[in-house]
C-alpha cells in the first residue's frame, strides 16, 4: 500500500473505519466480520439461533393475476 499512497506506518495495519485489513504479498484482504458481531451484539442478537432458510417454507408465492400492472423499470 506505501507504493500506491503517501503514508508512513507506525506498525502493521489490523482495523480501519470498521474493516480487519490483512497485508499480504499477493494483496490486501478486507473483512468486516467484527464490525458483523458488533452489530449482533449491540442489538442482542449474538446469542439467537441461526436459520438456514431465512424464508417461511410453508407458504407458496405464486402469480397475483387481479393485481395492478407495474413498471419493471422503476
Do not use: A, I, W
Request: proline share 1%; aromatic share 12%; charged share 30%.
Amino acid at each position: 500500500m506505501q507504493g500506491e499512497f503517501k503514508m508512513f506506518m507506525m506498525r502493521e495495519l489490523n482495523f480501519f473505519l470498521g474493516f480487519q485489513v490483512k497485508q499480504m504479498e499477493h494483496g490486501t484482504f478486507l473483512c468486516q466480520s467484527k464490525y458483523c458481531k458488533e452489530l449482533l451484539k449491540k442489538f442482542q442478537m449474538d446469542k439467537c439461533k441461526e436459520v438456514s432458510t431465512p424464508m417461511s417454507t410453508s407458504c407458496y408465492l405464486d402469480l397475483d393475476e387481479k393485481g395492478v400492472s407495474v413498471d419493471q423499470k422503476k
